[in-house]
C-alpha cells in the first residue's frame, strides 16, 4: 500500500495506543503468573498480537473483553504447540525464546521478514549454560530449544540491547530456586529494563540490581496473588509522531499518557522543550503547538526508536542539530543508518554522520518526493509527518507497515485534517 500526503497543518485530539513494549512484557508476566491476570487497555498491533498469539502456543487461556480487555488464565509454561511464531519483532523473539526454554519439550522458534536476518546475540552463548539446547541455531531464527532451563548465576554482554536480558529476567523469575546474579556490562536502553522490572514487581517477581550492572534473582523475596490486574499505559514511542507533528505543523493533543512512565521514550518531551517547542501538560494530556524551532542535541542511545521522528524535527529546526546513538540503528526493521539518511536526502535535507552522531541542517521546507520506507514502521510515520511540511505531495511505499506498532496511524492523520489517500 502506498500513502499519498499533501502538505498542511493538522489539528485535535488523539488518545495515544497501549505501549506495545508494556503489553508485549504483560503478556510474557500473565503466562509465567499461575493464576489469573485482568489488563486492561492491551494493544491490538501485529507485534502484540504475535505475542498473544505466543502465550496461547505456551499454554495460556486468554479471554477478550471489552474495552480492549484480556483475561489471561495460566499454569506457566505448558506449550500446546511445538512451535511459536514471533512474527516481525525482535522483542518478542528475545523475550519469549528464553520462556520457551523453561520446559523441557522442544519448541521451534519462528518468525518472517526482516526479523529472519535480525542477530539473537547472546542466545548460543548464554542459554547452553543454562541446560538449554538449541538446534539449526546459525545466529538468527529459525530454530529449535529444549530446557528445562536451570537459572544459575552468568556474565552477559548486553552491548546491543536489552532485549535478551529482559527474556532471561522472565525466564529466571519462573525457574530461579535459589539466590542467583546476571552480571552485565555495556547494558544499553535502561528504561527497558526499568519497563521489565517494574512488570515483573507487579507480578511478585522483585528483583533488584546494583547500578544495571548486577541483577540479582532471589525466590525468597517473590510473593504470590492468584488473581492480579495490570493496566498497560500510552505509548511514549507512537505518541511521539504526533507531538512532533503539533511542533512542525499545528495544534495536537494527545491523551492517555503517563509521565512517570519507565518507558523511555518519554524523552521526546524534554527534546521538544530544548528545541523550543510550546509543550503543555493536562493532568494526563501533553499538547503541542506549532512554533519556530530551533536545533537540538540528544545523545538517543536508550531510545533510538525515536531516531527517525527525531531526523523529522531537526529537519524543521533553525541551525543544526545533533543526535547521538547511530551505532543503535542497524539492526531494527530496517537498517535505519541507510533509510534514515535516505529519507532526509529524498526530503532534500542537509545531513551528515559523523562520529556515532547524525547532523541534521533544518530547512524551511522538505522537498515532496518519494520515500521507500523499507517496510520500516517507523520511517512510514516519520516520513508522513514530514510530509506535513513539504512544499508538494509525498508518496510513501509499504505504508501498511504501521501495523506493526500502531495500526489506527493514518486514521487519526485523517481525522485530525491531514491530507491522506491510501
Known amino acids: 500500500m502506498k500513502a499519498i500526503i499533501e502538505p498542511g497543518n493538522i489539528n485535535g485530539i488523539i488518545a495515544a495506543p497501549p505501549s506495545k513494549s508494556m503489553t508485549q512484557r504483560v503478556y510474557a508476566a500473565a503466562l509465567l503468573h499461575k493464576g489469573k491476570t485482568v489488563i486492561h487497555n492491551a494493544g491490538i498491533s501485529d507485534d502484540e498480537n504475535a505475542a498473544l498469539q505466543i502465550i496461547r502456543q505456551l499454554g495460556a487461556k486468554v479471554v477478550s473483553l471489552p474495552d ?13 504447540s511445538g512451535v511459536i511464531n514471533c512474527n516481525e519483532s525482535g522483542l518478542g523473539a528475545r523475550l519469549f525464546t528464553p520462556i520457551a526454554g523453561l520446559c523441557d ?24 549454560q543454562l541446560n538449554c539446547y538449541l538446534t539449526g541455531f546459525a545466529g538468527n531464527i529459525p530454530f ?15 552491548s546491543d540491547g536489552s532485549q535478551f536480558l529482559s527474556g532471561l529476567l522472565f525466564a529466571y523469575s519462573s525457574c530461579v530456586k535459589e539466590a542467583v546474579t546476571i552480571t552485565v556490562k555495556g547494558l544499553k536502553s535502561k528504561p527497558y529494563i526499568d519497563m521489565t522490572l517494574e512488570v515483573l514487581a507487579h507480578f511478585g517477581k522483585t528483583i533488584t540490581h546494583n547500578n544495571y550492572k548486577e541483577f540479582i534473582i532471589d525466590p525468597a523475596v517473590f510473593t504470590h496473588k492468584d488473581e492480579l490486574t495490570i493496566n498497560v499505559t500510552g505509548d511514549w514511542s507512537s ?41 503543555t501538560q493536562i493532568e494526563n494530556s501533553f499538547s503541542v503547538k506549532k512554533t519556530r524551532l530551533n536545533a537540538f542535541e540528544l545523545d538517543a542511545t536508550d531510545c533510538p526508536d525515536l531516531f527517525p521522528v527525531l531526523a523529522i524535527l531537526g529537519a524543521c529546526c533553525d541551525g543544526e542539530s545533533h543526535i547521538r546513538g547511530v551505532h543503535r540503528l542497524f539492526h531494527k526493521e530496517s537498517n535505519r543508518v541507510e533509510s534514515i539518511t535516505e529519507m532526509l536526502h529524498d526530503f532534500a535535507v542537509p545531513f551528515s554522520v559523523e562520529d556515532d552522531t547524525l547532523f541534521i541542517t533544518g530547512v524551511p521546507k522538505l522537498q515532496g518526493t518519494i520515500i521507500d520506507s523499507y517496510h520500516d514502521h517507523r520511517i512510514v510515520m516519520a516520513a508522513a509527518i514530514g510530509a506535513l511540511r513539504a512544499n508538494g505531495p509525498v508518496e510513501i511505499t509499504f505504508a501498511e507497515s504501521v501495523n506493526k506498532s500502531y495500526p489506527d496511524f493514518f486514521k487519526e492523520l485523517i481525522a485530525c485534517g491531514g491530507n491522506v489517500r491510501l
Request: a negative charge; hydrophobic letters at 45%.
Open 144 to 158: 529449535a530449544i529444549q530446557g528445562p532451563m536451570q537459572a544459575k548465576s552468568i556474565q552477559l554482554d548486553a
Open 105 to 128: 519439550q522442544r519448541i521451534q522458534i519462528e518468525g518472517h521478514g526482516t526479523l529472519l536476518r535480525r542477530p539473537m546475540d547472546g542466545f548460543g552463548e548464554i542459554l547452553p
Open 68 to 80: 480492549k480487555g484480556m483475561e489471561i488464565t495460566s499454569n506457566g509454561v505448558v506449550p500446546i
Open 239 to 279: 505518541a511521539a509522531y504526533y507531538l512532533v507533528a503539533g511542533a512542525v505543523a499545528g495544534d495536537i493533543t494527545v491523551s492517555n499518557m503517563q509521565i512517570g512512565s519507565k518507558q523511555a521514550d518519554v524523552a521526546i518531551l524534554e527534546v521538544l522543550k530544548s528545541a523550543g517547542a510550546e509543550v
